[in-house]
């Protein structure tokens, strides 16, 4: 049952990358088993995506400003002394510490290395964590290198994870937590981010013997090419191996917390920086305003079993990724600071914060699209959109209409209603709505010109 909420929370982020909300079981999937993420709260809830990309999500959910203010593409570094979520926290006491894949440092800094594994991200480009364990990118499950400084300020020299990255990565944390435990009367803000289920799809034998190709069944919007769907459940079946590896680890996670007395006052906050297509519409990867693509688990809970978060009486299905920093200091009560542009959701958790109103859409964008010629990811031109909390998606080219979806009729978004002359009144209507976000962010985005 509900318990007093903790004065000063503990917090702590886990996040895989490119999980979509649409591959977890207590989002409906029944495909694969999460029994810890299922566990974890008893209001599972989904959170957007508002640039479903790796670096433009992750300047955001630490910065809480938007993608075209901060990181407006793949691989472009952080400004130099944008603040972070890190500073207020630090200010009110929090130890700090990160873990895993950082990809807020750009390709500017390779020391002459092609592989963005090796590139050292300097100290004062560590977010101005307490404890930083990271690397800046990397997409070799078996072969995770490390560096940053540990608790006393010490560099720690590059390093080879002996195994599966998210094993790893999960028991840097338990060493992390096993000392928390060891001083609770200073709170702390941790992140684990891992890269799984991110491609390639590689997943340790014990986990990958459980899911076969040839028995995933396909989302209804993927189209019937046998290319395609052959591609997609070639990767869906080691996709999924991944997730239940990293549910898996969430498991130890929170029983670490238990161990260690910390499962009382502490926030568990699950999500992804975006989806992953998986042929949906015949698409790979991400960068879309498809539902696929923006929607990620958002699954905020305890270890405890005796401390439940409250349940939500206003589901927040619109949170955006500059809502999660925020929302993140909302938790742990304090207001956030000038420069972050989110909404605080926390009132949906904790009682005795202000309640917030919530708006009526959420604001989409691909600012640089200019890595996706390069990867085949889908996009080559910059997009503007929204998703409505009344169930209605548009999305814009520069001067063209291009998406617009009923996703209360259409959940699986097939029929496209963006040149329907039907349909000309809504369209003007949610452009309008986009046109008030473009005014709103201070972006420059050209909308089409509608009759």
């Given at each position: 049952m509900d318990s007093p909420f903790p004065?000063?929370?503990?917090?702590?982020?886990?996040l895989g990358d490119q999980h979509r909300a649409q591959a977890v079981g207590c989002l409906g999937n029944d495909q694969l088993a999460t029994p810890n993420l299922d566990r974890l709260t008893d209001t599972p809830?989904?959170?957007?995506?508002?640039?479903?990309?790796?670096?433009?999500?992750?300047g955001s959910m630490l910065t809480g400003r938007w993608p075209h203010e901060c990181i407006p593409g793949h691989d472009v570094?952080?400004?130099?002394?944008?603040?972070?979520?890190?500073?207020?926290?630090?200010?009110?006491?929090?130890?700090?510490?990160?873990f895993g894949k950082w990809h807020l440092d750009g390709d500017w800094n390779r020391n002459g290395e092609e592989r963005p594994a090796f590139q050292t991200v300097r100290r004062d480009r560590r977010g101005g964590f307490d404890v930083w364990l990271g690397y800046e990118n990397n997409n070799a499950q078996y072969d995770s290198w490390l560096h940053g400084h540990d608790a006393h300020g010490r560099e720690v020299p590059r390093y080879q994870l002996p195994g599966y990255e998210t094993d790893e990565l999960t028991?840097?944390?338990?060493?992390?937590?096993?000392?928390?435990?060891?001083?609770p009367e200073q709170p702390f803000f941790a992140v684990l981010s891992v890269q799984p289920p991110h491609s390639p799809y590689v997943a340790p034998p014990e986990w990958l013997e459980r899911h076969r190709p040839e028995d995933i069944r396909l989302r209804p919007n993927v189209p019937p090419v046998p290319r395609i769907q052959e591609a997609a459940r070639r990767d869906l079946a080691p996709y999924y191996a991944m997730i239940e590896n990293l549910d898996w680890n969430v498991g130890r996670v929170l029983a670490a917390?238990?161990?260690?007395?910390?499962?009382?006052?502490?926030?568990?906050?699950?999500?992804?920086?975006?989806?992953?297509?998986?042929?949906?519409?015949?698409?790979?990867?991400?960068?879309?305003?498809?539902?696929?693509?923006?929607?990620i688990p958002l699954l905020v809970g305890t270890a405890s079993d005796r401390f439940r978060l409250r349940a939500c009486d206003a589901s927040?299905?619109?949170?955006?990724?500059?809502?999660?920093?925020?929302?993140?200091?909302?938790?742990?009560?304090?207001?956030?600071?000038?420069?972050?542009?989110?909404?605080?959701?926390?009132?949906?958790?904790?009682?005795d914060r202000p309640r917030s109103a919530m708006p009526d859409s959420a604001f989409l964008q691909l600012p640089d699209p200019g890595w996706t010629n390069r990867f085949a990811c889908d996009r080559e031109r910059p997009w503007r959109g929204i998703v409505t909390r009344d169930g209605w998606k548009y999305a814009a080219l520069e001067g063209?209409?291009?998406?617009?979806?009923?996703?209360?009729?259409?959940?699986?978004?097939?029929?496209?209603?963006?040149?329907?002359?039907?349909?000309?009144?809504?369209?003007?209507?949610?452009?309008?709505?986009?046109?008030?976000?473009?005014?709103?962010?201070?972006?420059s985005f050209v909308l089409p010109h509608l009759p």
């Open positions: 004065n000063r929370p503990n917090i702590l982020w886990i809830l989904t959170g957007i995506a508002g640039c479903p990309l790796c670096s433009p999500f992750r570094p952080l400004p130099e002394g944008t603040p972070m979520l890190t500073a207020p926290l630090r200010t009110h006491g929090y130890h700090t510490a990160y028991s840097h944390l338990l060493s992390y937590l096993a000392e928390r435990g060891k001083q917390l238990r161990e260690n007395h910390l499962a009382e006052n502490t926030i568990v906050v699950f999500f992804s920086d975006h989806g992953d297509m998986h042929g949906s519409h015949g698409r790979i990867l991400k960068c879309v305003p498809y539902e696929e693509s923006i929607r927040p299905s619109l949170l955006n990724h500059v809502d999660l920093p925020v929302t993140t200091l909302g938790l742990c009560g304090i207001d956030a600071p000038t420069g972050m542009h989110g909404n605080d959701y926390s009132w949906c958790w904790r009682p063209q209409p291009w998406l617009l979806f009923d996703l209360n009729e259409d959940p699986y978004e097939t029929a496209n209603l963006a040149l329907d002359g039907r349909f000309a009144k809504r369209r003007r209507q949610l452009q309008d709505q986009l046109a008030d976000w473009l005014r709103h962010t201070h972006d």
